[in-house]
């Protein structure tokens, strides 16, 4: 059953890959599409792509970080409706943890992506 599914897949993406394989003068076209942009109403980007990375990686790192006060704050829920129950208790007590320890890789993950954006930046000047 898996193997049909692979195949199906693989060829599926070869289907896709092969305009790519075709065209003989991919490198004589211009790909400069500043005027495209500008016709479209949209801007052309001038950030280097290292601040693009950084920018992304910012962004989902604070998204996981609202994630894990989301989180935290269903633990809270969690113990104050618990009414005494042991079971429900350690239930949010785990869930607590858990997005404590995530709270603390995600800040880490943060601190290390910004040193590493900052020296490429650095090294580029």
Known sequence: MVLPVVAL???FA??????????????????????????SGLQASNKPLPEIIGN???YVLGFLGIVMVC????????????????????KAKDWMLNAVIGLIIII??????????EKVFEAMQ
């Open 14 to 39: 070869l289907a896709i890959a092969m305009p790519v394989f075709a065209n003989p003068l991919q490198d004589s076209i211009n790909t400069n599409l500043t005027p495209v942009a500008d016709k």
């Open 56 to 58: 992304v990686i910012k």
């Open 108 to 117: 880490a993950a943060y601190a290390i992506s910004n040193f590493v954006i």
């Open 71 to 90: 989180i935290v704050l269903y633990a809270g829920f969690l113990w104050m409706t618990a009414g005494g129950e042991s079971d429900q208790v350690k």
């Open 9 to 11: 897949a693989a060829s």
